[in-house]
């Protein structure tokens, strides 16, 4: 007896798909539960449903995995699936330090000697690290055991292990979050943001970086992956960080949207900046198909850079 194209479906489902269950979710930004799918697979072909708010073009996971299921998943799954090995690799620590020394640099104008600093999401402790050398209080917050216990061993950092939503931080007392890509690992970033608006002064910074889903060099299979359950563009990552009360001093976009926040004494009210950009966002999908990169000379060039990337890491 032939199975059908469904009873297929789901035995592959159940073969290579994830085992998160998850349940539906609302637009984290607007609430609006109207989407559309713009995703069916992850970056290695595994079934994986991403859909974009038809309202204000957040893209999520549909179903979003429980808080349960992530909690379990990024403490014990998440860098070995990633990175294919449970603790960090030399060659990764030593490009994540170079990518954090220029960070500090950028952020050095900005926070005045011995600022308290928080780091959420520190992974290895490149950045809690550099950051205490130069002289801050700082201190990391990291999910996944690994990671965190060989940041304080290698690096001898203040890591607290856990989530935003088991950390012990006092209101008001920071001077700056540094959050580099977490936000689009999160349930909830929205709550996450206004959180740390909690956790900062009154003239408190936050710097906020994410994937960003409309630069096209990457080829369309990487779009999207299973530790992402949020997809940013700028123009979402402006809007939600206006909602949770902050303002924007200075911004960077290319691989990733990232931006110094000011925080507001109070949450913008008039927030939705850019009501036609899930229309927007739905030509970006229809024009920028796998089909379309394949024919591009670049992406052959990306290819290569990639490869080579990986030997060197290797």
Known sequence: MIASVGNVRDMYQRLFGYPMAGRHEPCDLCGSSKSIVVGRYDRRLRPLKNVMCSHCGLIRQDPMPTDSELEYFYEREYRVQQKGAAEPHPRNVERNLERSAARLEHLKPHVRPGAKILDVGSGAGDFVHLAARAGYDVRGIEPNLAYAEW?????????????????????????????????????????????????????????????????????????????????????????????????????????????????LPAPAENWFLFPDHAREMQQFFREHTLIRYVLRPKAYARAAQLFARALRTR
């Open 151 to 263: 940041s304080k061993k290698n690096f001898g950092i203040d890591v607290t292990v856990g989530t935003w939503e088991t950390a012990e931080v006092a209101p008001g007392s920071c001077d700056l979050i540094t959050s580099h890509h977490v936000l689009e690992h999160l349930r909830s970033p929205f709550a996450v943001l206004r959180k740390f608006h909690q956790w900062l002064k009154p003239d408190g910074r936050l710097w906020l970086a994410v994937p960003n889903l409309k630069w096209t060099v990457n080829s369309p299979i990487n779009r999207f992956q299973l530790w992402h359950m949020h997809g940013f563009t700028p123009e979402t990552h402006q809007m939600m960080a206006l909602k949770a009360g902050f303002a924007r001093i200075t911004g960077l976009r290319g691989r990733s949207t990232e931006a110094l926040l000011q925080r």
